[in-house]
């Protein structure tokens, strides 16, 4: 004992050390840190101007420590609608004491029975923001990983606007299967979360469930978590199975995605993409997303009864997302795509697809698509020019074959599709048809309510014996047609359009040979007719032909009408109007030779583009036949001679309806464009 007294002595400064040293290890082992748990209570309280409070606090040192609350309570700014944001039966979080100042890095929340009320309003202030109140600027807060047991999220972005209600499980998958088989495997090792949610957004309802792992990357990790999903909107379904990084503010997805539903353009509030009212619809792939950059690979599907197959993009830029894509389809149905220029179509149950004006805005639409009048044969529907002023676009589609109703020669599609700043153009815009192609441009100007539009199309090379139906009885006709047509208008849909539209049409054909027999009938020349009957029906040259319109506020006046063959001239006249679709043309045929039995006389071809009707000029026919029938009281054989044609037709200057057709001439006898 003297020894250890005498040493003790010697060193003082041992003995503080020690007794320094025993007193904060007691004060370790015996401190309870709910001693510090009222300042810390008023301390946040003061700070944020918010209610906090706790039942429990344990803190486990390091440089990461790890700090667990009980019984938690977060009350909400006075603007927020609840006045709790966030109550939790346990909270257990760790922070990175590294990364202080710059932000507060969470690298893992462990959630026990949370209740979480979050709210955005417009001027971007956010309930969820631990800084002054009414700040707005981002916060320095880092969540990376977040596990959830029983917990319930509801979010409100009053500026989007978007409202979500999650309600969150978990599940042990062992347990799941010994209740179904005692015997069983489970299922999967991936998922042992459960969430299911509802909601809107920009006024579309929501619903649907997924799975995840026990912890999700939740801001700024980039770490992926597994995910299987479906989500129902309305008539649309989608289901999702693959990774996602990041839940509250997603930066990677690699899933598998398949998505069906009534029509596309329901989905237009979800994406606020102008996608027609197509018919019922099927499509699935391999969804990327890399930074801001998503891309759709392995698309395939059908839309309708038209397959489709390509890939796409979606970029998240300013001023607005950029879409790409390339289609393709071996049999695209014209009728699945009729509603893009406002044409009604039919679902498979027989009742009509939703058009876009049903679908422009949740839970309502503005106003039901016009309808396409009976009487009308142009397209009524109406087009919301303002969805072209959300998204830009660079979409190809090429069609192998195409399937028209009412048997229309078209054969093939090849378009592009270019939308930059609300100014849409197709260019191109070809069709295969009858031999030949339809070659267009189609702008459409959306800066202003009332859509502006402009229309160049040029029928090159068009076969004229696949316009005209077959006949054992006619000869076959041959022949190259050409056409142009340059028209511009403004309107909300085609007709309206049409209605106001300025320009010019132009029809001319080349090469050309057409039936003796419907030569001689457009003349009414008896004995030609009878002769062709007994001997045979021929073709015979067509030397010209040519047919110009001027368009002014949709009336088109003729200013050339003529088809020249070698045995009648064929003069025309006449007008139509867009508007009102309704038109009248005068044809009078001239025969260039003698003939029996001719009782010419001009025809009048008039009435509704729907329903055309045709009338015979009687003045000449009774003329002849009072003619005729004087004579036969003096001598039999002279009735006969007012029924002789004298052959008044001139032969046409084909020159010069060359030059008046224009660029329809060289139309016609153009090699035609081919789609690939």
């Known amino acids: 004992m003297t020894t250890d007294t005498h040493?003790?002595?010697?060193?003082?400064?041992?003995?503080?050390?020690?007794?320094?040293?025993?007193?904060?290890?007691?004060?370790?082992?015996?401190?309870?840190?709910?001693?510090?748990?009222?300042?810390?209570?008023?301390?946040?309280?003061?700070?944020?101007?918010?209610?906090?409070?706790?039942?429990?606090?344990?803190?486990?040192?390091?440089l990461t420590p790890t700090i667990r609350m009980r019984d938690v309570y977060f009350g909400n700014p006075p603007w927020a609608q609840e006045k709790a944001m966030a109550q939790i039966k346990q909270l257990e979080f760790s922070v990175s004491l590294m990364d202080l100042p710059d932000k507060?890095?969470?690298?893992?929340?462990?959630?026990?029975?949370?209740?979480?009320?979050?709210?955005?309003?417009?001027?971007?202030?956010?309930?969820?923001?631990?800084?002054?109140?009414?700040?707005?600027?981002?916060?320095?807060?880092?969540?990376?990983?977040?596990?959830?047991?029983?917990?319930?999220?509801?979010?409100?972005?009053?500026?989007?606007?978007?409202?979500?209600?999650?309600?969150?499980?978990?599940?042990?998958?062992?347990?799941?299967?010994?209740?179904?088989?005692?015997?069983?495997?489970?299922?999967?090792?991936?998922?042992?979360?459960?969430?299911?949610?509802?909601?809107?957004?920009?006024?579309?309802?929501?619903?649907?469930s997924a799975l995840t792992?026990?912890?999700?990357?939740?801001?700024?990790s980039?770490?992926?978590?597994?995910?299987?999903?479906?989500?129902?909107?309305?008539?649309?379904?989608?289901?999702?199975?693959?990774?996602?990084?990041?839940?509250?503010?997603?930066?990677?997805?690699?899933?598998?995605?398949?998505i069906?539903?009534?029509?596309?353009?329901?989905?237009?509030?979800?994406?606020?993409?102008?996608?027609?009212?197509?018919?019922?619809?099927?499509?699935?792939?391999?969804l990327v997303l890399d930074g801001k950059h998503y891309t759709m690979d392995d698309l395939v599907g059908k839309i309708g009864s038209t397959d489709v197959t390509g890939k796409g993009s979606y970029v998240e830029k300013e001023p607005r997302p950029l879409l790409t894509a390339e289609l393709h389809s071996k049999l695209l149905k014209v009728a699945d795509l009729g509603p893009l220029v406002g044409v009604q179509t039919k679902e498979t149950d027989g009742k009509p697809a939703a058009s876009q004006a049903d679908t422009s805005n949740r839970p309502a639409a503005k106003a039901s698509e016009q309808a396409t009048s009976t009487d009308?044969?142009?397209?009524?529907?109406?087009?919301?020019?303002?969805?072209?002023?959300?998204?830009?676009?660079?979409?190809?589609?090429?069609?192998?074959?195409?399937?028209?109703?009412?048997?229309?020669?078209?054969?093939?599609?090849?378009?592009a599709l270019h939308l930059h700043d609300s100014v849409l153009k197709l260019a191109p815009l070809d069709f295969g048809f009858a031999g030949g192609t339809i070659a267009s441009n189609v702008t459409l100007d959306a800066r202003k309510p009332t859509l502006q539009s402009q229309v160049d199309l040029q029928l090159q090379g068009v076969h004229f014996d696949q316009l005209v139906p077959k006949s054992k009885t006619l000869a076959n006709g041959a022949g190259r047609v050409g056409a142009v047509m340059q028209l511009k208008?403004?309107?909300?849909?085609?007709?309206?359009?049409?209605?106001?539209?300025?320009?010019?049409?132009?029809?001319?054909?080349?090469?050309?040979?057409?039936?003796?027999?419907?030569?001689?009938?457009?003349?009414?020349?008896?004995?030609?007719?009878?002769?062709l009957l007994v001997s045979g029906d021929k073709d015979i040259q067509v030397n010209c032909g040519g047919i110009a319109f001027d368009v002014k506020d949709g009336r088109g006046t003729s200013r050339l009408f003529v088809v020249d063959t070698e045995q009648t001239q064929i003069l025309g006249t006449g007008w139509f109007d867009l508007g009102k679709e309704r038109f009248d043309m005068t044809v009078a045929p001239k025969p260039k030779h003698v003939g029996l039995l001719s009782l010419r006389t001009p025809v009048r071809v008039y009435g509704s583009f729907k329903q055309p009707d045709y009338q015979i000029d009687k003045g000449p026919l009774l003329a002849r036949a009072g003619g005729a029938v004087a004579l036969a009281a003096a001598a039999p054989f002279a009735a006969l001679l007012?029924?002789?044609?004298?052959?008044?037709?001139?032969?046409t200057n084909c020159s010069a309806v060359e030059q008046q057709v224009g660029t329809a001439a060289k139309e016609a006898t153009m090699t035609p464009k081919r789609t690939r």
């Open 642 to 651: 007012p029924l002789v044609e004298t052959g008044p037709g001139q032969t």
């Open 222 to 258: 980039g770490v992926p978590f597994p995910l299987k999903g479906s989500l129902v909107a309305g008539t649309t379904k989608v289901d999702v199975e693959g990774t996602i990084a990041d839940a509250a503010n997603i930066s990677a997805i690699d899933t598998r995605l398949r």
């Open 376 to 415: 009308h044969l142009l397209p009524s529907g109406t087009f919301d020019g303002s969805r072209l002023q959300k998204i830009d676009a660079d979409v190809t589609l090429v069609a192998a074959r195409l399937e028209v109703p009412n048997a229309l020669p078209l054969e093939s599609i090849n378009a």
């Open 104 to 208: 507060i890095l969470i690298p893992r929340v462990a959630l026990t029975q949370p209740n979480f009320d979050f709210e955005r309003l417009p001027d971007n202030r956010k309930n969820w923001i631990i800084a002054e109140p009414d700040a707005t600027r981002p916060s320095k807060l880092r969540i990376s990983t977040l596990s959830v047991d029983n917990g319930r999220l509801r979010y409100a972005d009053h500026g989007m606007p978007f409202e979500l209600d999650v309600l969150a499980s978990t599940f042990d998958p062992a347990s799941q299967a010994k209740v179904k088989d005692a015997k069983a495997k489970p299922e999967n090792n991936r998922y042992t979360t459960q969430y299911t949610f509802k909601g809107t957004y920009h006024g579309a309802g929501f619903s649907g």
């Open 489 to 531: 208008g403004s309107g909300n849909s085609i007709a309206d359009a049409a209605a106001v539209a300025d320009g010019r049409i132009a029809v001319t054909i080349a090469n050309g040979r057409i039936s003796n027999l419907l030569d001689a009938a457009s003349g009414l020349n008896g004995g030609k007719i009878i002769e």
């Open 213 to 220: 792992g026990e912890v999700l990357s939740f801001q700024e």
């Open 7 to 62: 040493a003790l002595r010697r060193h003082p400064w041992w003995t503080g050390f020690g007794i320094v040293v025993l007193a904060l290890v007691a004060l370790v082992v015996l401190f309870d840190w709910n001693w510090v748990r009222p300042p810390i209570e008023r301390y946040i309280s003061k700070k944020t101007e918010r209610e906090f409070r706790m039942s429990d606090l344990h803190v486990k040192l390091g």
């Open 260 to 286: 069906e539903g009534k029509t596309l353009a329901n989905l237009y509030p979800f994406l606020l993409l102008p996608l027609p009212a197509s018919p019922p619809y099927q499509l699935q792939g391999h």
